[in-house]
């Protein structure tokens, strides 16, 4: 009955709202756009075509994503000199990320950029573009962008007017990085990401599904833990929305949030909601059915600190969303939580696990204790007639853990410097040896995250003998590793600073038998240029 009366609420308020909005918004923000372009850009850029049709040079030979076309603004701002009011500026950001965006299927390899989940060793990317681009930032910034070639061949022009130096830098002295990049890097890059697909042909002219409703969301709060709640998004304007969330964090504490969201480009879901006092951003994708979204969360004044997030839109179908944890240990019991929707009727957690118990239950979230007998496998977890494809993993042992991220840097900072420190935070992911016994070989079976306890060693022997471990930072409990203070230390050789290398180690508890991981920790100087640039 709740359930029906909110997505009542939700469709009523929504669409006196369209309704308001509707007096000619979706033309007017184009029409709006078009002509704060004029009035701010046409000091440099020229305009051509005709009116209703106009080409902007430098402009609109480009498509972007979002965060791409607000990175080219504000470098407009700080270099350039355009004056334009945030108000415009988000107006004109949101026009061509619409009129001038990637496909859900081209931004999909680098969806970790828009995430801002930077802590990793980008894989897969052309050695070419590896060497000549990919050493100052990462291959994703390109992979992200579609441009003529004539705008890729630009783009190389602007490098090398605005850095110089860039011909002096390793990786580009020994060789005549410039003719390189314009003659041949440009050219290979227009080939791989051309202004003109059939991806981004389809999107434009595909119907775009509504994401207003009522929205299943699951997510991970470093420190916090893992959580599912309800998210209603209610429309407040063009590709706009106010958005409430309520649920629990696995231990049954609440979580509760409200915000806001706009959508770009028709499935890239930027959302901004406050939890427990807390700023966050959220990065989703939505599918082209607009009934998922997958993304990240994190802290708006430190994007390194968040989780996976994925939201189940409300159907008023049974659904089985997902089961915390999900695994189970053969011969050993266990509280599972299965969160979905419209749940009903018998839970079936598959051959050889039987429900002892049923904890709590709800529509929406059923707490059971389990017992898996001795059989191992890959369960589907099913209430019902519930839709499902959520997995139950009954395992023996856990044969390897994987820390991630695999490869993270933070950076000293505080102790009375303009810098914060960058913290990172950590998870452990729990693996079978599958159908071979081995691990760490193709088939192993991701069991999924797990509790783990955390420490730290030093990564070599020049660390060790450094006591790296000593100086350069602490990780709690919860998997957060805490880079030491910035500026000289006195109790360092030669009052070094607090910088190191580290592994951070998880140890899991499999049964009494502990398995551990590593991940490697380099800890670094304060990110000068980076955050003077904000
Ligand atoms: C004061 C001059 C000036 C103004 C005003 C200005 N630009 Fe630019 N713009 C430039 C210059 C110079 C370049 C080439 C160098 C570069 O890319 O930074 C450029 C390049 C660009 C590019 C190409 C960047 C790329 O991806 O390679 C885009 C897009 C752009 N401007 C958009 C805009 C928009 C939109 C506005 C107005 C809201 C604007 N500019 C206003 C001077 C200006
Ligand atoms: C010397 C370091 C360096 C190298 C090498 C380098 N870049 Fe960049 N690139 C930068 C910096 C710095 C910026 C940010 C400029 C700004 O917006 O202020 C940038 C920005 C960009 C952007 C975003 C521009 C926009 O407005 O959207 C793209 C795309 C890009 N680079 C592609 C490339 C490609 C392709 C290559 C190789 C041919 C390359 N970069 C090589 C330093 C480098």
Redesign the pocket.
Known sequence: MALNNNRTKGALLGASILALAGLGSLPALAADAQEIIRDRCLACHTESGDADNPSFSRISD?R?TPE?WQ??L??MQ??RDLEISTEEKRTVIKYLSDHQGLAPEESAPFRYLLEQDTNRVEVGIDEN?MQ??????SAA??GL?RRTEDE?QT??D??MA??P??EL?A??RDRP?YHL?HDE??VK?AEMYPLVTPEWNDWKKADKASLMGRWRVLGYIPAKGEFSAWMTAAKTGEDRYSLELEGNYADGAVIEGKGNATVFTGYEWRGTITIDSVKMRQVMAADKNGQMMDGRMFLAAEDEIGGELRAVKDTGDAQVVAVMPTYLKAGESAELVIVGQNLDGDIDLGDGVSVDKIIARSKDRIVVAATAAGDTGVNTVKVGSADSDVALNVYEQVARVDVTPVNAISRIGGNGGEMEKIRATYRAIGYSAGADGEPGTEDDVRLGYMPASWSIEPADEIAEHDKDHLYAGEITPAGMFIPGDAGPNPERKMSANNVGRLNVVATVDDGGNAVEGRGSMLVSVPDFVERV?D
Do not use: P
């Open positions: 480009l972007k791409g990175m080219t504000n470098r700080h270099l573009v000549m681009c990919a050493r100052c930032h910034r390109i962008q890729w783009l190389v602007f490098h605005q850095f130096g860039i830098h990786g580009s990085w990049a890097t440009a890059l640039l």
